[in-house]
Structure formats: C-alpha cells, structure tokens
C-alpha cells in the first residue's frame, strides 16, 4: 500500500498550514471568542516554527533530488 501523498504534496500542505499557524498566532488574543477557551499563543507560535522548519527541509530535499537528478 503505498501512502497517498507525495513530497510536493507534503511540502505544500506544511507551506500552508505553517502561514496559516504563523497568522492565527499573530492576531489571536488569548481567549478566543466569548466562549472562554484559551489558546497558548507561545505553544502555537511554537508548533508554526517546527511545521515551518520541516517544510524548509522539505524544500531543501526537493531542490537536492532535481539536481542530482540530471
């Protein structure tokens, strides 16, 4: 069985969530709406930078497989 996502897939859904986490932490306030539930923005900055490091490496492994491809 083999797993349903390529590398490029992968590298673009770790691009995308990595904004996606980087924006939310920017502008959220520490309690999201009225419903009292609180997000630890340092915990989510966090997470965006570790997804944004592997999506870098990600790149960097695409970019070595298309040189050393040729």
């Given at each position: 069985?083999?797993f ?42 966090q ?24």
């Amino acid at each position: 069985m083999r797993f349903p996502l390529s590398l490029a897939d992968m590298t673009l859904w770790l691009g995308i969530t990595t904004l996606l986490l980087l924006i939310t932490s920017e502008f959220i306030s520490p309690y999201y709406g009225k419903i009292g539930i609180v997000i630890e923005k340092r915990r989510l900055r966090q997470i965006a930078i570790i997804l944004g490091a592997l999506f870098l490496l990600d790149a960097l492994i695409q970019i070595y497989a298309m040189l050393h491809a040729y």
